[in-house]
């Protein structure tokens, strides 16, 4: 009983320092390093505020349905420097904490999911915006470290007002 | 110490006539002064002559089909019920309670056949009827539920499954008002020559901290389109998109300030045009589609729906993006410096999924406020806005290209930003009974 406790803990601990190191890439962004936590068919969403729920990208128009070639797109992107939005670059600082861990899902080969609550504040010429929402990190285990098949960034925010647009990676 | 004479004419002019966009055609000058997008008496009288008085697109048929759907949102500043009442009807309610105001219908959308204001219980029928007071009994004589029901729009039209509704009573008939535009939301409805278009589920609410006039000029504009979207042209040809194509058509004045850029490009559009991404499968099924609308519409109508893109304005308040995938896109002015923007993805009812998510990635792409282009178009408009903090020293927008000049109406002209400026112009001159329309 207690060897159990002790490694569901342990592999929390090891999931937020995943996370916490994801955290870290992407406010500095370090957008390259952030890729390659992605499993080769990775992939990033965001549904749209009025269907926070929705896991169905056909049937619902998301915000954000990268496939793993698109994010690939989107981080060589934002890297130009004719991604005129985040040129200058906002500042971003996000914290990520609730953090919560179910293992060994499902069939779909997922190892872990990591559900976890963020909050991204985004500083850009006078501006400061505030994201608030939870993460749900779909993760397979390689190694002693964790690979994303699948990322969801799910608003609290009935609508993108007044943050208007994610430019960066939420 | 030179003086600019030329500038300081024109401030005299403005002075004189109070009109906020100059135009020379003689010398092809056009311009449009910067507290249109500043200052907060010109927001005001926009509420009052063209807001309140002009068709303001409310919804999509599609979005309420049953009897007792309804979708509350704001329409131009106002809080409206847009609704399906149970003769079919379809209504826009204000949603305010007779009573003492509150909000009739908290949801954002469901199904009923009445609303119920839960302060004091005062409940409407959906077709705006007030039939239950509680406490009636100690009312005065002098009030009656047949005076006191919902208030509604003054008109509500649909044209083509797109719904209006106008605050005016006055206000002509919707298909006088639309002018050339309808041809165009014919263009656009005909897409769903099979069974109809539908709005697909999930909306892009989102802003931009800019005069909603800046997103109107910009979403009808083929200039910025390649330096602005640069990185978009460059993503889709890295997924093999043949860009040779280009951006190739006209902008075009349609009337009473409506107005549109119709043009080819190389965008896939799942009515017509495969791009070599694609899978056999849906480049057979679009070849298909493309072939059964030239049967359905004749070919050279289907040459107009299918093929071409159009950036379509609506004036005031609608744009109908069909390019990248094809949007709807709905501004609501909150402040002269502040717009909530809606936007919803169109697609012909019961599309192949495979098509939907092209459609779809299409639009992703492209569109809304995680997009590879949208965002960047928000960044221009948001420092425009913020260069006209200078209003003291640089007064006036230029908007004059293509005007007067002796060659071919192009693509990146602004012809058709000056079409929606001049009946802005006009709406704005008239009085608040008199109009210029
Ligand atoms: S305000 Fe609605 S019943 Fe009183
Ligand atoms: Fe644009």
Redesign the interface.
């Known amino acids: 009983m207690t060897s159990t406790v002790t490694d569901a803990l342990l592999l929390r601990l090891r999931i937020e320092d995943f996370l916490f190191t994801e955290a870290e890439l992407l406010d500095a962004w370090k957008l390259d390093e952030w890729l390659a936590l992605f499993e080769p068919d990775g992939r990033y969403f ?6 926070p729920d ?1 896991r169905d ?9 990268d496939d793993h ?2 994010l690939t ?2 981080v ?2 934002l890297a ?1 420097d ?4 985040e040129r200058p670059r906002s500042r971003t600082h996000r914290v990520v904490g609730n953090v919560r861990v179910e293992s060994g899902t499902d069939s779909v080969g997922d190892d872990v999911v990591a559900r976890s609550s963020f909050i991204v504040h985004r500083v850009r ?1 006078g ?1 400061t915006d505030c994201f608030t929402g939870r993460y749900e990190h779909r993760l397979r285990v390689v190694g002693d470290s964790f690979r994303i098949r699948e990322r969801w960034a799910v608003l609290t925010a ?10 960066f990676i939420l | 110490m030179t003086i600019d004479h030329s500038t300081e004419a024109t401030n005299l002019t403005v002075r004189r006539t109070g009109r906020m966009v100059h135009d020379v055609p003689e010398t092809g000058e056009f311009m449009v002064h910067r507290s249109a997008f500043t200052d907060g008496a010109v927001l005001e009288r926009e509420r009052r002559n063209i807001l309140s008085r002009c068709w303001v697109y409310v919804g999509h048929a599609s979005e309420i089909p049953n009897v007792g759907d309804y979708r509350t949102r704001s329409v131009v500043g106002r809080q409206v019920i847009f609704c399906r009442d149970r003769n079919d009807e379809v209504r826009v309610l204000l949603n305010t309670c007779r009573h003492r105001g509150a909000l009739v219908c908290r949801e954002p959308q469901g199904n009923d056949t009445t609303f119920t204001c839960f302060y004091h219980k005062w409940q409407y029928r959906n077709s705006g009827e007030l039939i239950g007071v509680p406490g009636k009994i100690s009312f005065p004589e002098s009030f009656t539920l047949a005076d006191n029901g919902l208030a509604s729009a003054s008109q509500v039209e649909t044209y083509r499954d797109f719904v209006f509704a106008s605050f005016d009573s006055s206000a002509p008939p919707l298909v006088e008002y639309l002018a050339g535009a309808a041809d165009f939301i014919d263009r656009i409805a005909d897409q769903g020559f099979r069974d109809g278009m539908e709005i697909v589920d999930g909306a892009h609410l989102y802003s931009m901290r800019c005069n909603w006039k800046l997103v109107v000029e910009n979403s009808i504009d083929g200039y910025h389109g390649f330096p602005v979207h640069s990185t978009y042209f460059q993503y889709i040809g890295s997924r093999g998109v043949d860009l040779s194509v280009g951006l190739d058509g006209v902008p075009r004045d349609l009337g009473n300030g409506h107005a549109c850029l119709d043009y080819l490009a190389p965008f896939a559009r799942t009515v017509a045009r495969t791009t070599a991404p694609m899978s056999d499968r849906a480049k057979q099924l679009i070849t298909d589609i493309r072939a059964e609308a030239d049967a359905a519409l004749g070919e050279e109508r289907a040459a107009l729906v299918a093929d071409r893109s159009k950036n379509i304005f609506v004036y005031p308040n609608l744009l109908i993006i069909d390019a990248a995938s094809l949007q709807i896109r709905v501004l609501d002015p909150v402040a002269t410096d502040y717009t909530n923007i809606s936007a919803w993805l169109l697609a012909p009812r019961g599309e192949d999924r495979e098509l939907r998510q092209i459609r779809s990635d299409s639009y992703q792409e492209f569109l809304g406020p995680g997009g590879f282009a949208t965002p960047d178009d928000c960044e221009a408009l948001e420092t425009c806005q913020i260069g006209y903090q200078n209003i003291a020293e640089v007064e006036w927008n230029l908007v004059n290209k293509g005007y007067g000049v002796d060659a071919p109406e192009a693509v990146d002209n602004e012809t058709q930003i000056r079409a929606f400026w001049r009946q802005w112009d006009s709406d704005m001159a008239g009085g608040p009974d008199g109009g210029t329309r």
């Open positions: 965001v549904p749209p505020t009025d269907r929705a990208t056909i049937a619902t128009a998301f915000i954000i349905a070639e698109r797109g989107r060589r992107r130009t004719a991604a005129w939005v010429r501006v009935e609508a993108l007002q007044p943050t208007g647009k994610i430019g």
